[in-house]
């Protein structure tokens, strides 16, 4: 049913717990990234065929074991997982700034916004939607922060570059402002 290379890359996806990038996978298993990857494929294929309870994300050139989305009420209920507050405008502010210019200090998200982040941007990491990205070379060596795997798990894509296009907003922007004028 599964090739050894498919037990393989299940266990370590499976004991990871966290996304695993391809080149790590195929050091493991001592295997060619294009047989990784096709045996990731296969894999996949596979667990949707058994009607499976768990799917392989893929994140940039990295992969995770994670449950399928009609279990996430279950799985809460039997690990006693608070229920995630949902961010505030505010918060989406600053995911989006740093999203979009990242690494970026705290500064620069203040500089932007006009107004103290610091406890937006903390509680972000708390969050695990961001992460510190090490320090600036500058007077005082501010932190850098930038957007993580779990920040593209929770807004559903696989890279940055999925992310809209900023002219594209700003021209729905402009439609939204010229409809609600006339």
């Known amino acids: 049913m599964f090739s050894e290379k498919e037990k393989q890359i299940f266990a370590i996806l499976f004991a990871a717990g966290e996304p695993v990038s391809d080149d790590r996978i ?16 296969s894999l996949e294929k596979k667990l949707c065929e058994m009607d499976f309870p768990v799917r392989i994300l893929k994140l940039n050139n990295s992969y995770q074991l994670a449950t399928c989305k009609e279990y996430a009420e279950t799985i809460k209920t039997a690990v006693s997982v608070k229920k ?16 979009y210019n990242q690494p970026v200090t705290k500064s620069y998200i ?13 509680s972000l990491v708390e969050k695990d939607l961001i992460e510190e990205h090490g320090r600036l070379e500058i007077p005082g060596r501010p932190i850098a922060y930038k957007t993580n795997d779990n920040f593209l798990i929770s807004f559903g894509m696989e890279t940055l570059e999925e992310l809209p296009k900023v002219s594209s907003l700003q021209e729905n922007e402009q439609l939204k402002f010229e409809s609600d004028n006339t």
């Open 84 to 99: 995630n507050t949902p961010l505030s405008q505010a918060a989406m502010e600053v995911l989006a700034i740093i999203a």
């Open 26 to 41: 195929a050091s493991a298993v001592v295997a060619d990234i294009p047989v990784v990857l096709n045996s990731i494929d």
């Open 110 to 122: 203040e500089q932007i916004r006009g107004v103290d982040s610091s406890s937006i941007v903390n």
